[in-house]
């Protein structure tokens, strides 16, 4: 089978030969591809001229609903997905964070649209300023959708997840994506995308997928194109450079894999809940995804004191993990994503081993089920223990695998230093008990992170984990994680819109944005504005009620009635002492309660 891109309204098949896609459990062929022949320019005129209008002319409202049925569309056919996951070596479980995980961010991207965007094509960034003395010339900020195409170029460890968690903020900004899933599970992305292109529910031009390599698309980007990049950052690094990408000043986030840590609080003491949570939050970032997750612990951050106790208990856990195909339900780690991938692994790992000691996983005999070690990208899980916590080579070199290192720490100092030789991560986690060692680790690490999670019995039973980005939350980091963000609610959606500061008269500006603006005409009408019905509504309608005078009485009923007995509304004396008041005031509730003609 050779894979297809989608270019131009068509899915295109390279007439060339391509690259091998072998099944991670057993080797065999499950796809060719290559994307020969392609014009990318072509490609981004056509998200550019055709789909940027089409979506721009929806409200945000409207797109977000385009997600929520998008989402309800693919969930539907899940299990289709799950049926190819299993050629990547992931178990249910690993798909299920990837397929299940990343549709979930269209559901969630979809309501943020609709609670915390207006149902109109300008989002407002902040209040409106006031810049002259009448209030006849004054500003507001808005964002609105570049006129561009967005790139998301995507790694190999979560096909579904990795393009859904990109696409549904810069579908819902309005700006229509172009789609390159790293080559070695691209056969899954490739499978997702034709049934979001059979569901007609984006527009067309919405989404377009590279299978197989870029060629010479990022050459041919301007100031309103955007590129997202997920990989290494040596491969980011190089993206960046690109002259039209510096040239044009093309929006560029990089999210790069980090060394991210996880620090146990001294006051964790073996046989604690809070030590068992550190061994399986641990295990688990080690195993899951066969530890190719960008957000795994790989480097493992305890009191020098509990150094023993953490590699005997992990050395225990991390025996009882089965190998094997991951059809075996008995099986809780599958092969890595690929032969090429594992020997990747297996060269850092090399490197790492110059400094740290292995504790488990010298072994290079396997006993698998269902599989056989010959075929598939099966590999241990490595566990290492850092012979100089302030030199080891765990803070320079990832093995993107099943591999993590203990490093000990003396204080809480020493602790923040060493999680700070990650030169930067997407996050970290802090398992402690006490509140006061948790504020000071915090404190001391956030500036390192771009996420970092508290654990500890408390919220153990409800926690996402450590290494799992939310849509709702920012997903990137400073330094080596790649100094960009992803996701993040709105914040996510803004990336691919414009801020624009905007000045005129309140008039112009009310029309401009679809939000009243202070100083703007008021359309007084006989009929109060919450008598009408929605569509009857006009911005500005307002109405003009009788006027009224405030007694003594009227307060002491509504401080009776609300329980506001505050004794600027009680005590003349007392809010006579007050410079603000000459005596006793009316509630403001109540005011704006009579003005408007019903409680407020």
Request: proline share 4%; aromatic share 6%; glycine share 8%.
């Given at each position: 089978m050779k894979l297809q891109s989608?270019?131009?309204?068509?899915?295109?098949?390279?007439?060339?030969?391509?690259?091998?896609?072998?099944?991670?459990?057993?080797?065999?062929?499950?796809?060719?591809?290559?994307?020969?022949?392609?014009?990318?320019?072509?490609?981004?005129?056509y998200g550019r001229n055709i789909g940027g209008p089409a979506l721009r002319h929806y409200t945000f409202h409207q797109r977000a609903l385009m997600l929520k049925e998008l989402g309800k569309y693919l969930m539907d056919r899940k299990e289709i997905f799950y049926q190819l996951s299993a050629a990547t070596g992931a178990t249910r479980t690993d798909s299920w964070i990837d397929i299940e995980g990343g549709i979930s961010t269209l559901f969630v991207f979809s309501g943020k649209g609709r609670r915390e965007m207006p149902?109109?094509?300008?989002?407002?960034?902040?209040?409106?300023?006031?810049?002259?003395?009448?209030?006849?010339?004054?500003?507001?900020?808005?964002?609105?959708?570049?006129?561009?195409?967005?790139?998301?170029?995507?790694?190999?460890?979560?096909?579904?997840?990795?393009?859904?968690?990109?696409?549904?903020?810069?579908?819902?900004?309005?700006?229509?994506?172009?789609?390159?899933?790293?080559?070695?599970?691209?056969?899954?992305?490739?499978?997702?995308?034709?049934?979001?292109?059979?569901?007609?529910?984006?527009?067309?031009?919405?989404?377009?997928?590279?299978?197989?390599?870029?060629?010479?698309?990022?050459?041919?980007?301007d100031f309103q194109d955007a590129v997202?990049?997920?990989?290494?950052?040596?491969?980011?690094?190089?993206?960046?450079?690109?002259?039209?990408?510096?040239?044009?000043?093309?929006?560029?986030?990089?999210?790069?894999?980090?060394l991210n840590c996880s620090i146990m609080g001294k006051d964790v003491e073996p046989g604690s809940d809070e030590f068992d949570l550190y061994i399986k939050e641990l295990s688990r970032e080690m195993t899951v995804k066969s530890g190719q997750k960008c957000t795994a612990i790989r480097r493992a951050i305890i009191p020098s004191d509990k150094?023993?106790?953490?590699?005997?208990?992990?050395?225990?856990?991390?025996?009882?993990?089965?190998?094997?195909?991951?059809?075996?339900?008995?099986?809780?780690?599958?092969?890595?994503?690929?032969?090429?991938?594992?020997?990747?692994?297996?060269?850092?790992?090399?490197?790492?081993?110059?400094?740290?000691?292995?504790?488990?996983?010298?072994?290079?005999?396997?006993?698998?089920?269902?599989?056989?070690?010959?075929?598939?990208?099966?590999?241990?899980?490595?566990?290492?223990?850092?012979?100089?916590p302030?030199?080891?080579?765990?803070?320079?070199?990832?093995?993107?695998?099943?591999?993590?290192?203990?490093?000990?720490?003396?204080?809480?100092?020493?602790?923040?230093?060493?999680?700070?030789?990650?030169?930067?991560?997407?996050?970290?986690?802090?398992?402690?008990?006490?509140?006061?060692?948790?504020?000071?680790?915090s404190i001391g690490a956030a500036a390192y992170h771009g996420r970092l999670l508290i654990l500890n019995s408390s919220c153990a039973k409800e926690s996402t984990g450590h290494g799992s980005p939310l849509p709702h939350l920012i997903h990137g980091g400073p330094g080596r994680a790649g100094g960009s963000e992803e996701m993040g609610g709105v914040r996510g959606v803004k990336h691919y819109m414009q801020r624009t500061a905007i000045q005129g008269s309140p008039d112009m500006l009310t029309a401009i944005t679809g939000s009243w603006m202070q100083g703007s005409q008021r359309k007084i009408d006989c009929v109060h504005p919450f008598k009408k019905r929605f569509n009857e509504l006009d911005i500005g309608d307002s109405v003009l009620t009788e006027k009224r005078t405030i007694t003594l009485d009227d307060i002491e009923a509504f401080a009776e009635l609300s329980g506001d007995k505050f004794y600027a509304h009680m005590d003349e004396a007392a809010a006579k002492r007050n410079p603000f008041f000459e005596g006793r005031v009316a509630h403001g509730y109540f005011l704006v309660s009579m003005a408007a003609g019903l409680f407020v």
């Open positions: 989608y270019a131009n309204g068509e899915w295109y098949q390279s007439s060339a030969s391509g690259i091998v896609l072998n099944n991670a459990i057993n080797g065999d062929l499950v796809a060719e591809i290559s994307s020969k022949g392609l014009d990318f320019q072509d490609m981004l005129n149902n109109g094509h300008v989002y407002l960034d902040g209040n409106q300023e006031v810049i002259s003395r009448n209030g006849s010339f004054t500003a507001q900020h808005i964002y609105t959708p570049i006129h561009g195409v967005a790139v998301h170029i995507n790694a190999f460890n979560f096909p579904c997840w990795g393009m859904l968690e990109k696409m549904a903020p810069t579908l819902l900004a309005g700006v229509p994506a172009i789609v390159k899933p790293a080559s070695q599970t691209a056969y899954l992305t490739e499978l997702m995308v034709k049934h979001i292109i059979e569901s007609k529910i984006l527009p067309e031009g919405s989404v377009q997928l590279i299978s197989g390599s870029t060629g010479d698309l990022l050459h041919h980007l997202s990049f997920t990989g290494s950052a040596t491969t980011g690094l190089k993206l960046k450079q690109i002259p039209a990408i510096i040239n044009n000043s093309v929006r560029f986030f990089m999210e790069a894999d980090s150094l023993d106790a953490v590699a005997e208990a992990m050395i225990a856990r991390l025996s009882k993990t089965t190998l094997g195909n991951p059809s075996n339900e008995n099986v809780r780690m599958g092969p890595l994503a690929s032969i090429d991938q594992r020997e990747d692994v297996k060269q850092q790992l090399s490197k790492l081993t110059q400094d740290n000691e292995i504790l488990f996983g010298k072994s290079t005999e396997l006993e698998l089920l269902d599989a056989n070690a010959d075929k598939g990208a099966f590999m241990s899980p490595v566990l290492m223990c850092a012979e100089n302030a030199t080891t080579s765990a803070h320079d070199i990832e093995a993107f695998g099943p591999i993590s290192t203990l490093i000990p720490y003396g204080d809480e100092e020493h602790a923040i230093q060493l999680a700070a030789l990650g030169k930067g991560s997407l996050v970290g986690s802090i398992i402690t008990g006490n509140s006061d060692i948790a504020t000071r680790l």
